[in-house]
C-alpha cells in the first residue's frame, strides 16, 4: 500500500494532479488514437502502438493463465529490449505488480528484491551476454514465494515468453490509488529499498514532465541508461514518450559508438544520460561522422553535473542541456528549457509542481536560510510517504509529518532553484572543516588534462578524514604536483586541495552508471594506496 493523508489525496485531486489514469488505459487510448505510429524501435524490430497494446493484451492473458493472481508481484529483468514494454504493460493490464531489477543486478540483489516483495514471479530476457537461467535457477532456491519463471529466448526448463500468451478473460482497469510497481531506490550503498508507486501519482509526474520538456507525438526519445531506472522511465522518459504518443528508441548500451548511429537513423530528438556518460558523449562527439542535429536536448541527472561539464554541452553536442536532480521516491526537478544559461550551467533546476513542499534543514531539523546548504526534505503528490515493507528504513527516511529525508544536501536559491552540493555522506569532515566532495571535482574537472575526478575520505589520526581525489587523466604525462598547483591557483581554501591523488583508467560504477563511491573506498581501504603516483600508467 502507499497511501496519502486524504486532506492530501483530496487537494491533489481537487488540482488535477491525480486524474484518475491508469497504465492500462495510456496505452489503450494511444493504441486507440493512434495505432500505426511507431511506438518502440528495437534493433530492427518496429512496434506500432497498435501492435504493442495486442501484445501486451496477449501476455496478460498468459500470464494470468499461469496461475498468477491480480495483486501479486513479479520481478522483471530486462535489459533495453522491446520485450520489457509487452511484459511490463501486460502486468500492468493482467492486475500484476512489477518489481523493477536492472539488467546489470545478480543473484544478491534480485533475490532480495525478490524476497522482499513476495515475488510471486521472475520475467527475464535471455540476452546482454549473460545467461539469467543460471540465476533463475539459483533464484529459486532464495526465494520461497517465487513459483513461476518466464524468460524470452531460449528458456529450456522454464516457461517461454513468447509462449506465454492468451486471450480474454481480463481483469478490469485497476484502481488509480493502488501501487503500479515498485522500484528501487537509487544510491550505491546497500541493497536496494522497494518504492511503491501508485498509478496517479507516476502518471502525474512525467505527465507533467512532458509539459516541461516539451514532449509530444514528434518526440523521438533516446532510451540510453537502463529502460527500469527512474531516470529514463519517467523524466520525462519512456513513459512520458509513450503517454504523449512519440517514439521510444532503445539503445542496447551507451556507448557513443552504439547511441551516436541511432540518434542519426532515428532522428532522436532527446535522451537522457548520467554525468559519466556525457563526458564520454563530450569528448567522442568533434570525432564523431555521425550526424547529431536532431538532438534538441540532453538531460543529464542521476548525480551531480558540475558547472565546469555543464559548459561543454552545447558547444561540443550543439544541443540544450536540461540539468533533472531527482530520485525514484518522488521529488524532481528540472532546469527550463528557457532558463538562462548561468541557472543552467550552475543548478540542478526547481521542483515539477507548485505543490511541491521542499524544506531544507540543519543538522538537528531546522530551517536555513535560503542559499545555505543543508539536509533536502520532500513532501508532495508524487513523493512517497513509505517504502514497501521496510520499518526500520520507514522510521529513518520520513519525518513524523511526512517529509522524505532525500539525503542530499542542498542550497536552494531564488526562484526555488536547487544547487546540489552532494550526498550527505559525500561530505569530507577534514579536521573540523567540511568539505563538498562536488565542489572539488568540479575544480578538478576544470582541468584541460583530467577526464573526470572523484574525491573520497580516507581516515586520518590528526585530521580525521584527509582528502583523496581519483582522477581520469587526459594525459599520461600529468603530475600530482601540476594537479595540486592547479588547484591553488583555483583560488580556493588550501584545505579543499586534495591531499592525495591516485591516477586511474576508469571508475567503478554502480547498476545505473553512477560513481559508486563506496566501490572507491574499498579499494582504498583494500591498500590501493600503497604510495603516491606522480604520473599516470
Known amino acids: 500500500m502507499q497511501t496519502w493523508p486524504e486532506e492530501f489525496a483530496a487537494r491533489y485531486r481537487a488540482k488535477g494532479y491525480w486524474r484518475g489514469e491508469t497504465f492500462p488505459a495510456v496505452l489503450r487510448r494511444q493504441a486507440e488514437a493512434r495505432p500505426d505510429a511507431v511506438a518502440v524501435v528495437d534493433e530492427g524490430q518496429r512496434w506500432t502502438y497498435g501492435e504493442l497494446h495486442r501484445r501486451a493484451e496477449a501476455h496478460a492473458a498468459g500470464f494470468l493463465a499461469l496461475g498468477l493472481k491480480p495483486g501479486e508481484r513479479v520481478v522483471v529483468q530486462f535489459a533495453n529490449v522491446a520485450d520489457f514494454f509487452s511484459v511490463v504493460f501486460g502486468l500492468f493490464r493482467a492486475g500484476l505488480v512489477p518489481v523493477y531489477a536492472l539488467a546489470a543486478h545478480r543473484l544478491a540483489e534480485v533475490a532480495h528484491l525478490a524476497r522482499r516483495s513476495q515475488a510471486a514471479a521472475y520475467m527475464a530476457g535471455d540476452h546482454a551476454g549473460f545467461d539469467y537461467r543460471a540465476l533463475a535457477r539459483a533464484l529459486k532456491a532464495e526465494a520461497p514465494t517465487l513459483r513461476h519463471v518466464v524468460i524470452g529466448g531460449d528458456a529450456q526448463e522454464f516457461t517461454a515468453l513468447e509462449a506465454c500468451v492468451g486471450e480474454g478473460g481480463l481483469p478490469g482497469d485497476p484502481d488509480p490509488s493502488a501501487v503500479a510497481f515498485l522500484q528501487i531506490s537509487g544510491g550505491s550503498t546497500g541493497l536496494p529499498k522497494l518504492i511503491p508507486r501508485t498509478h496517479d501519482d507516476y502518471i502525474y509526474s512525467f505527465r507533467a514532465s512532458n509539459g516541461i520538456c516539451g514532449v509530444t507525438q514528434e518526440t523521438v526519445y533516446l532510451v540510453a541508461l537502463p529502460v527500469a531506472h527512474n531516470f529514463p522511465m519517467s523524466s520525462p522518459g519512456h513513459m512520458g514518450t509513450l503517454y504523449a504518443g512519440g517514439r521510444v528508441v532503445l539503445a542496447p548500451a551507451p556507448s557513443p559508438e552504439v547511441a551516436f548511429p541511432l540518434i542519426a537513423q532515428e532522428k532522436v530528438t532527446l535522451t537522457g544520460l548520467v554525468p559519466p556518460l556525457a563526458l564520454l558523449w563530450m569528448q567522442a562527439a568533434p570525432g564523431t561522422p555521425h550526424d547529431l542535429s536532431s538532438l534538441a536536448v540532453l538531460q543529464v541527472g542521476g548525480a551531480k553535473f558540475t558547472p565546469e561539464a555543464a559548459r561543454r554541452v552545447r558547444p561540443t553536442l550543439g544541443c540544450t542541456l536540461q540539468q533533472v536532480f531527482g530520485?525514484?521516491?518522488?521529488?524532481?526537478?528540472?532546469?527550463?528549457?528557457?532558463?538562462?544559461?548561468?541557472?543552467?550551467?550552475?543548478?540542478?533546476?526547481?521542483?515539477?509542481?507548485?505543490?511541491?513542499?521542499?524544506?531544507?534543514?540543519?543538522?538537528?531539523?531546522?530551517?536555513?536560510?535560503?542559499?545555505?546548504?543543508?539536509?533536502?526534505?520532500?513532501?508532495?503528490?508524487?513523493?512517497i510517504r513509505a517504502y514497501h515493507d521496510d520499518p526500520s528504513a520507514n522510521a529513518r527516511s520520513f519525518t513524523a509529518d511526512?517529509?522524505?529525508?532525500?539525503?542530499?544536501?542542498?542550497?536552494?536559491?531564488?526562484?526555488?532553484?536547487?544547487?546540489?552540493?552532494?550526498?550527505?555522506?559525500?561530505?569530507?569532515?577534514?579536521?573540523g572543516e567540511k568539505i563538498s566532495a562536488e565542489e572539488v571535482e568540479d575544480h578538478l574537472i576544470a582541468h584541460p588534462a583530467i577526464f573526470d575526478a572523484a574525491i573520497v575520505s580516507i581516515p586520518d589520526p590528526a585530521l580525521g578524514e584527509r582528502t583523496c581525489a581519483f582522477v581520469i587523466p587526459r594525459v599520461k604525462t600529468l603530475k600530482v604536483s601540476e594537479v595540486k598547483a592547479f588547484m591553488r591557483r583555483r583560488g580556493i581554501a588550501e584545505f579543499k586541495v586534495p591531499d592525495q591523488v591516485v591516477f586511474v583508467d576508469a571508475f567503478e560504477t554502480t547498476a545505473a552508471g553512477k560513481v559508486s563511491r563506496k566501490e572507491l573506498r574499498a579499494r582504498l581501504r583494500a591498500g590501493f594506496l600503497g604510495g603516491q603516483e606522480e604520473t599516470a600508467s
Open 327 to 383: 530520485m525514484a521516491e518522488g521529488l524532481v526537478n528540472y532546469t527550463r528549457l528557457d532558463d538562462p544559461g548561468d541557472i543552467v550551467i550552475g543548478t540542478q533546476g526547481r521542483p515539477i509542481s507548485p505543490d511541491d513542499e521542499v524544506l531544507v534543514v540543519d543538522d538537528l531539523g531546522h530551517p536555513v536560510p535560503e542559499g545555505t546548504a543543508g539536509h533536502l526534505l520532500a513532501r508532495g503528490a508524487y513523493t
Open 402 to 431: 511526512g517529509f522524505y529525508r532525500t539525503g542530499d544536501i542542498v542550497r536552494r536559491l531564488p526562484g526555488g532553484y536547487l544547487e546540489v552540493r552532494g550526498r550527505a555522506g559525500d561530505h569530507i569532515n577534514r579536521a
